[in-house]
C-alpha cells in the first residue's frame, strides 16, 4: 500500500443557478429586441434574397385559343399559342423571359388582328393553374373565355413562376451589367487609396506637430458627416461642369463619370478614415521614439519602422470601411455618374426606371458580396490588434519643429480649402438666381414649395424622422446593449443578438430598403399598414445605423464594473432601478453621443428610404434627388444646405447639452 494514497471524492451532478426574477425579465428583453432585429433586418433579406432566385416565364403550352368567322360562328378549331408563336415569330425567346410584373398580349399572336373586325375569340387555359387577364378580370383554369375583338386587345398572359439561378444567368450575360461589377470595385479602390491616404497626412499633423489650429482643423474635416453624400456631387457640377467656374482646369475631360465620383467620394468619406487614423495614431508609446533616436534611425526610417506598424491596424480598418461606403453609396454617382454606371446606381435604375424588381435584387445580392467582404475583413483584422499601450507607457508629445509645423500646417489649409470650396459653392449656387447668367444674390431658390421634391414639408418631415429615430432609436439600443452585456449566462441567446447586432453595419442601404419592400410591401404580412408611413421610414434607419450604436453603447457600459450588479443584487435591488439611477447617469454622454449620430445620419441618408417613401412622407435628402433629376439643381443645393445647418444646430444643442450633463452627472470623473 502506498504511503500517499489517493482518495476519490465522488462528484455529484452540476447544480445549475437558479434563475431569479431580474434574469428572466432581462432574457425577456433580449428576446423582444432579437424579434426586432429579425423582422427589421432578417426577414426582410430573407425576403429579397428569395426574390433574386424567382425567375418568371411565359409558358405559351397553357394557352389555347379559338377564332370565329365574320358571322362570330366557332368551327371547333383549337390554336395552342405555342404553335401560334411559332408559325407567326410573335416573340422572341428572350421576350418570354420577365419579371413578375410581365404581361404577354395575346393580339400579337394573330398578324391580321384588328380590334373593329366583328371576329370572337376564346381562350382558355390548358391547365387547372393557368392565368391569364381578360379585361379586368383575372381568370384561371380550362374554362373557355369568349371576348369580342375591341375586348380582345386587353387579353394578356401572366408568367409562371419558378425557382432558379436564371436571373444570375441574365445578369452576367448583360455586359452593360456586368459592367457595373468592374467600375464598382476600380472606382472603390481608387477612392479609398486616395482616402486614406490624404485622411493619414492629415491625422499625422494633428497628432505628430505642433501647428496651429488644431482645433478648427478637427471641426473642418468634420463637416462632410453633416451634408448627404449628394452635396459634393452638385457641387462638382458648378466647379467642373459643363457651366463650372472651372472647367479649363479639366482639359477637356468630363466631370460627369469617374473624375466626378472619386472625388465627390474622397470628401465624404474623408472624416471616417480620418478618425479611424487619429485613434491610431493617438495611443503612441513614446518610448519607441526614444529608442528610435538613441540608435540614431533617421526620421525616415523611423515613420516606416514606427509609426506605420503601429498605425497599420488602423490604416486598415479605415481602408475597409472608406471601400464599403464608396461602393454601397448611390446619392453621389447618381448625381454625377453621368452614364458611369455603379451598382447601387443600377438597383435603382432597375427597381424605379424598369419595374424589374428580381433583377434589382440580383444587383442587390452582388452589391451585398464586396459589402460583406469588406465588413468581415475589417471585423478579422480589428480582432487580431493587440494593445499598443501598456501601464508602462509614456503618452507621445510631439516637440516644436518649425519646417514640419509649418508644412503640416500648409497640407491642412490645403484639405480644409477642399472641403470648404465643396461646401461653399454649394451655399453660394442656391444664392444665385439663374447660374451662370445671372449671379446677383437671391432667395428664390429656397421657394421649394413651388418645385418637385416635396416642399418645405420634405423638410419638416425629415426633422421629423430625425427627431424619431434619435428617440426610439436610442433607448431600443441602449436598452438592447445593456441586456446583452450585464446579462448573465444565457450564451446562445446573447450570441444571436450580438450577430443580429452587428450584420446592419454590412448591409448597403440601397439593399435594406430594396428588402422592406418585398417583405412589408406584402398584405399578407401582418406588418403591411406601416408600408409608406413614418414608422417603415423610422424602422429602416434605425436598423440601417444601429451597428455602431450598439458598438458605442456596449463601449460604453464595458467600463462599468460588475460589481455594481453585484452590489445591487445584494441589496436586493431590481436591476431596473440599478439602470435607472446608476447606468443611465454614468453612461449618459456615450447616449447623447448615439442619439446625435442616429439624429445626423437620420437627416442625410438617401439609399436607405429611396424606396420608402410616399407622397406624404417625403424626405429633404430625397428631395434633393428629385430636384436635380428635374433639372433644379441650386435649389437642390439649398435644400442640402438646409439639411447641413439643420445638423450644425442640433450638434450645437448636443454639445450644450452634454457640457451640462456632465457638469451635472459626471462631476465623479474629476476626482
Known sequence: MSDTAQIEIPQGPAIKAKLGKDDWIMRSFIGIIVIYLIIALAFPLYAMLSKAFSTFHYDLTQFE????????????????????????SAYAPEELVTGSGGRLAATKFFPDYSFRSPVLYKVRGTSD??????????KVGTEWREADSNLFRKVVFLPVKSSGFGNFTRYFSTPSLVRSIQNSLVISAVSTIITVTLAFGFAYSLNRSCMRFKGIFRLIAMIPILVPSLLPGIALVYLFGNQGILKAVMMGESIYGPYGII???VFFTFPHAMLIITTALAISDARLYEAAVSLRASRWKTFWTVTIPGARYGLISAAFVVFNLVITDFGLPKVIGGQFNMLAVDIYKQVIG????EMGAVVSVVLLVPAMLAFTMDRMVQRKQVALLSARSVVYEPKPNNRFDWGCLAYCSLVAVFILGILGICQYAALIKFWP??????????AFDLMDGGGWAAYRNSIKLALLTAFFGTIVVFIGAYMVEKTQGFKVGRGIFQFLAMLPMAIPGMVLGLAYIFFFNNPANPL??????????VLCTVTHFYTVSHLTAVTALKQMDNEFESVASSLKQPFYKLFARVTVPV???AILDISIYLFVNAMTTVSAVVFLYSTNTALASIAVLNMDDAGDIAPAAAMGMMIF?????ARLVHTAVSRGVLQRTQKWRAR
Do not use: W
Not at 77 to 87: C, G, K, M, V
Not at 354 to 357: D, E, G, I, P
Not at 437 to 446: A, G, Q, T, V
Not at 528 to 537: Q, S, V
Open 65 to 88: 385559343f379559338q377564332v370565329s368567322n365574320e358571322e362570330g360562328k366557332f368551327d371547333g378549331s383549337i390554336f395552342s399559342a405555342s404553335r401560334l408563336n411559332d408559325e407567326v
Open 129 to 138: 393553374d393557368a392565368v391569364f387577364v381578360v379585361g379586368s378580370e383575372r
Open 263 to 265: 472625388a465627390g467620394s
Open 354 to 357: 424598369q419595374q424589374n424588381f
Open 437 to 446: 447668367y445671372d449671379l446677383s444674390l437671391s432667395l428664390k431658390n429656397y
Open 528 to 537: 403591411y399598414f406601416i408600408y409608406g408611413t413614418m414608422a417603415i421610414l
Open 587 to 589: 453612461c449618459l454622454p
Open 645 to 649: 445647418y439643420t445638423n450644425v444646430v
